[in-house]
């Protein structure tokens, strides 16, 4: 098999519409220029070994409209949300606030607001695993009260539609927020909600009482929410903020 060809990266830098686009050029053992951009935003550029740099810059120029474009979609993707620790003085959040988590020793295991602390007293000591448990237990004791409030900001919005009250559960779920059963009129929540404001948790209840109207995520759909929540898309971004 004869060696692949792969000459050092280069950095190069063009002039486009008064704004500089910059990108790592590579030279390899290819027969077509390649065009790639990261989520970060940065150009990366495989080019046929052989052509030039300045061959290279003009079909760069002819892409730079696509360039920019996706350059410009990743720029509006959120940041990634910051991942939960479990140690002491680990920041977990209840309905918005953050609690400095503090460990102590007890007979039984439980989980309290202590002032300004997540107090989290056992027997022994938890590894991470084990008070990450723990804590998601004690969110979802806290889940149907709040969520039954809740239910009582939204549900008057509703009040045109003549629609029978959704019952709601509390389930765990990996990808969701909630969900909702129109023809049973069930609505199933996440106990991670309770970690977020009461608006948040009212943005995702609002938004699966919407689905008892409109079964898909249709233009219709967000018509109907924005109608009922005009900031809702406030809430969401600041839901999706919570660390993970």
Same mark, same amino acid.
């Given at each position: 098999m004869p060696r692949s060809f792969s000459a050092a990266p280069r950095r190069e830098t063009l002039a486009y519409q008064n704004q500089s686009l910059s990108y790592t050029l590579v030279f390899r053992? *290819? *027969?077509?220029?390649?065009?790639?951009? *990261? !989520?970060?935003?940065?150009?990366?550029?495989? $080019? !046929?070994?052989?052509?030039? !740099?300045?061959?290279? $810059?003009q079909q760069v120029l002819k892409k730079a409209d696509w360039i920019l474009k996706h350059q410009e979609t990743f720029a509006r993707r959120p940041a990634p949300a910051p991942t939960r620790h479990f140690e002491a003085g680990s920041p977990h959040y209840y309905q918005g606030r953050a609690y400095p988590l503090r460990f102590a020793e007890a007979r039984r295991p439980a989980v309290t607001l202590a002032g300004d602390e997540l107090l989290m007293a056992t027997p022994a000591p938890l590894t991470p695993a084990q008070a990450e448990a723990l804590l998601h237990a004690w969110y979802a004791r806290q889940a149907g009260p709040l969520f039954a409030e809740s239910l009582l900001r939204v549900w008057p919005r509703f009040a045109e539609f003549n629609l029978t009250r959704p019952t709601l559960s509390v389930r765990q779920m990996r990808t969701r927020w909630g969900s909702c059963t129109p023809s049973a009129a069930r609505i199933r929540l996440s106990p991670e909600l309770v970690r977020a404001r009461p608006e948040c948790l009212d943005y995702v209840l609002l938004h699966e009482c919407c689905h008892l109207l409109v079964g898909d995520h249709s233009k219709a759909f967000y018509d109907l929410q924005t109608r009922l929540l005009p900031d809702w898309e406030q809430w969401k971004a600041e839901l999706n903020a919570l660390p993970k």
């Open positions: 053992s *290819r *027969r077509t220029i390649g065009f790639a951009v *990261r !989520p970060d935003g940065s150009v990366h550029i495989s $080019a !046929p070994a052989g052509t030039s !740099p300045e061959w290279v $810059a």
